[in-house]
């Protein structure tokens, strides 16, 4: 049972004649990373901002953890949200360290406790705080001042985190590093998470839903698979059209190429049931299908079915084939079955 | 490096006076300066959030920063009187502009991301301000208040002029009396205070670029501190005296009254000349200084107290001209001479007060006393190609009426044409253009050309003593020798220095002469 950390119910607002939000309702649940999607102007940045005040909407209402946002003070309200923003806006004149204890500051929290706090956030992402935590954000570079934001807005351990944006003003390499930073920090795993982007790949790599915005009113609400699978409108459709092929790679999993596996017949019969439906049919795969059920081989690990291909690509790329876990034909897959199964799927898709 | 010398020889001899007025100058424009930050940085907060205000309220602080000092200062007066007060709020009015302006581009220069970033993380509006906004815009911040102090120092030689002290003393006094070496004396000390206090507000600024409370803390405290020379116990006695500048620098003035008359509990404050006459009117002053002849003394019922001790210099009017015009035209010099003796001082009191009070124009007054006299002649028509003779004047009303008077018995006794040339400025600038021929004849006084153009040696002044006659004889015949220009005999009338007080105040007192002023100090009666 997951409790409902946001709702926002018919939230509208005008900026002089231009109906920026046009009742826009949604929920996010505890722990879950939603993010709003969608082209210029559309109306994501204005929206996460409502969550926290920095606008104020024309009408609707938004609950945080089963409270109206009105009913608290807009600074008491946003020391409980963690808060970045695209451009960073570190404080010029305070060092890294001081710019992250900022929020606890705010909050009175005792100086020793904040002191070690900021030191393991800095040490985590990877700005060992002995080295960066004096320094200047002029000294810093793009990459490391948005680790500070990210930082930042963590250091007092809030349970939800509003993200603008945050990679967009990195360049691509940076923005790689940062974003799987990001993705693997466990802080954030935890914590409820609503992130701007009109990068459709960043959306894909890193939501449990997206939140399809257009000209102020929600275009599709749901899983990444399902937005590109199952297209609310024509306009959802388009979206995601110039990234077709990249975008399947990073929802499709190992088990649902099973199928396509089986078809050089090769599979053994006690593996599970093909889930080709879900390729062909575009019905959704929410749960992943059981490991294997045989007995595994003395050396062998078994095959993460719940993988994507991308992420799978991704460790190939790594390690070579030796870094795939495949095994031989006790119950197991071989390296070549894999690899020529992804170049059936690959082509399929491109079809 | 003679005038080097004289400054530091001025230095040496006035010691204490450079020191309280150096200390009065620190104090006025600390204190302007810190009622400038106070009320200017708040507003200029405000106009940060309030956009559509800024353009009128900068534009006020613009229009206040080109009124001209000494008029605005005479707009004070009648408000708030004369001393500090006034020259405290001009110097204000003057610092607003730049603090203003400064605060307001300091603080919309701050990157919107970063006060974003700061809302968004929970500062409160008054913590983005103080944590985030001021500190970022502070070197714009100083840049404004080092701008304002700048212009306060050099403004704030004008609180000379409304007896509120300051270096403008030694300044407006140095000018007064042609004296270089004393204009230096007040100019290089303010030159420095100015570039003191720039550098050391630049300093406070450095050392704690990141503490703006340590920056404001420093001015809270530093600038009261400095104000506070200010009000440091002033002598007091029964009367106060309000002098003009030059009256206090002269030695034959002040100083030589206050040793000839035991006037030393007499406590002075510094006035712009042409303040005096309405400090005392209006009761800011009891004593002070004024022109016997002037006429506000009659308009504004003041009282000349007798110099029965002779100790002021005498300055008998009487025409200087150049002696080649007497040559070309030997008619002329028994026409000028019929002015010589008739004009009592209550007679050109009386003149000057149908100019200054009754604004009258100066030829019909000149003309309506001639008339009087039966010295007037209608104007002769002038023969074509007639010599012109050159008539020049200082720029104050008995001048005016005594050129008009010249001009009038030329016109109407000779056959010459009359040019005459009212706008020379002062004594330098009359006695130059007499000197190098650019006019023939000017009206001057015998203490002037003693004093001003003739500065003699201090054992000439003894033997001079300020008598009348001795010193037009020996003006008389410095002149003729040394420049070469001719004084013809005197007019009659001393328009000297005097000591005036209001006279329902003199009566009360039975306060008539010096000395009995001097009595009434030392506690007699």
């Given at each position: 049972m997951t409790t409902t950390a946001i709702r926002v119910t018919n939230l509208r607002k005008h900026f002089g004649e231009l109906a920026v939000l046009q009742g826009v309702s949604f929920e996010v649940a505890a722990g879950e990373t939603l993010v709003l999607l969608g082209p210029s102007g559309c109306g994501k940045t204005t929206l996460l901002k409502t969550l926290n005040r920095l606008v104020e909407p024309d009408g609707g209402t938004i609950e945080i953890n089963g409270r109206d946002v009105r009913q608290q003070a807009p600074e008491q309200l946003r020391r409980g949200l963690g808060y970045v923003i695209q451009q960073v806006g570190l404080l010029p004149h305070l060092t890294v360290a001081q710019n992250v204890a900022l929020v606890p500051g705010l909050l009175g929290q005792p100086a020793a406790a904040t002191q070690a706090r900021t030191t393991a956030l800095l040490d985590r992402l990877h700005l060992p705080a002995a080295r960066f935590g004096g320094l200047l954000p002029a000294q810093l570079s793009g990459g490391q001042q948005q680790r500070v934001g990210l930082a930042r807005a963590l250091a007092a351990d809030p349970p939800i985190v509003l993200l603008d944006?945050?990679?967009?003003?990195?360049d691509p390499i940076t923005r790689a590093a940062v974003r799987r930073d990001f993705r693997e920090l466990d802080e954030l795993r935890r914590k409820t998470v609503v992130l701007v982007t009109h990068d459709v790949t960043e959306a894909f790599e890193l939501a449990d839903r997206i939140l399809l915005l257009n000209q102020g009113h929600i275009e599709q609400l749901g899983a990444p698979r399902e937005l590109l699978r199952q297209p609310a409108s024509e306009f959802v459709r388009q979206f995601f059209q110039a990234e077709q092929l990249g975008l399947e790679m990073r929802i499709t999993t190992l088990a649902e190429l099973r199928p396509w596996l089986s078809a050089l017949g090769s599979?053994?019969?006690?593996?599970?049931?093909?889930?080709?439906t879900s390729l062909v049919s575009?019905?959704?795969?929410?749960t992943p299908p059981p490991a294997p059920t045989s007995a595994p081989g003395p050396d062998a690990t078994p095959l993460p079915w719940a993988m994507s291909v991308h992420e799978t690509l991704g460790r190939l790329a790594e390690a070579g084939p030796a870094g795939l876990p495949v095994a031989d034909t006790g119950g197991r897959l071989t390296q070549g079955q894999v690899l020529s199964a992804f170049g059936h799927s690959l082509s399929a898709f491109a079809a | 490096m003679n005038t080097l010398t004289e400054l530091l020889a001025f230095w040496r001899t006035h010691l204490d006076k450079l020191g309280q007025q150096t200390l009065q100058h620190v104090a006025l424009t600390a204190a302007a300066l810190l009622l400038g930050v106070a009320v200017a940085g708040p507003l200029g907060i405000w106009l940060t959030r309030h956009r559509r205000w800024q353009g009128p309220v900068l534009g006020v602080a613009g229009v206040l920063q080109t009124v001209p000092s000494i008029a605005l200062l005479g707009f004070l007066i009648p408000l708030l009187g004369i001393g500090a007060r006034p020259a405290i709020l001009a110097l204000l009015l003057y610092s607003l502009l730049p603090i203003l302006r400064n605060v307001v581009a300091g603080i919309e220069g701050v990157e919107p991301a970063v006060v974003e970033a700061a809302r968004g993380l929970g500062f409160t509006d008054g913590q983005v301000l103080r944590r985030v906004q001021l500190p970022l815009a502070l070197p714009v911040l100083m840049a404004g208040i080092r701008t304002a102090t700048v212009i306060n120092v050099g403004v704030a030689t004008l609180a000379a002029y409304v007896a509120a002290g300051g270096l403008g003393e030694f300044i407006f006094g140095g000018i007064a009396l042609n004296n270089p070496a004393m204009i230096l004396a007040g100019a290089v000390p303010a030159a420095a205070l100015a570039l003191a206090f720039d550098g050391g507000l630049g300093l406070l600024e450095r050392l704690s670029a990141r503490h703006l409370r340590a920056v404001g803390g420093g001015l809270l405290v530093a600038l009261p501190l400095l104000a506070?020379?200010?009000?440091l116990p002033r002598a007091t006695g029964r009367l106060q005296a309000g002098f003009s500048p030059e009256f206090v620098g002269r030695a034959d003035c002040l100083p030589g009254l206050t040793s000839a008359y035991n006037l030393r509990r007499l406590p002075n404050v510094v006035l712009a000349p042409a303040l005096v006459y309405e400090a005392a009117r209006d009761g800011h002053v009891d004593v002070i200084d004024g022109y016997s002849t002037d006429g506000r003394i009659r308009a504004y019922g003041l009282r000349v107290l007798a110099d029965d001790r002779r100790a002021l210099p005498p300055y008998y009017a009487a025409p200087v001209l150049r002696p080649q015009l007497l040559q070309a035209h030997p008619e002329l010099g028994p026409v000028l001479d019929q002015l010589s003796g008739q004009l009592s001082d209550s007679a050109m009191t009386n003149l000057n007060y149908q100019v200054d009070f009754l604004h009258r124009e100066p030829r019909a007054v000149a003309l309506g006393w001639l008339r009087r006299q039966g010295l007037y002649r209608a104007p002769r028509p002038l023969p074509p190609g007639a010599p012109v003779v050159r008539l020049g004047s200082k720029i104050f009303a008995e001048q005016y009426i005594l050129l008009e008077m010249y001009a009038a018995l030329i016109r109407g006794q000779t056959d010459l044409g009359v040019q005459t040339k009212t706008?020379?400025?002062?004594t330098i600038i009359c006695f130059e253009a007499l000197r190098t021929g650019q006019i023939d004849l000017y009206p001057e006084y015998t203490g002037t050309g003693l004093q001003v153009l003739l500065q003699p040696s201090p054992a000439v002044l003894d033997s001079l003593a300020g008598r009348p006659a001795a010193v037009y004889g020996y003006v008389k015949a410095q002149f003729a020798r040394r420049y070469g220009l001719e004084w013809r005999a005197p007019l009659g009338f001393n328009n000297a220095y005097c000591l005036l007080m209001r006279q329902s105040q003199a009566r009360q007192l039975g306060i008539a002469s010096i000395s009995q002023l001097g009595q009434y100090l030392r506690g007699g009666r």
């Open positions: 944006e945050p990679f967009g003003a990195l599979a053994p019969a006690s593996e599970p049931a093909p889930v080709a575009g019905s959704p795969a929410t | 506070a020379g200010y009000w706008g020379l400025g002062g």
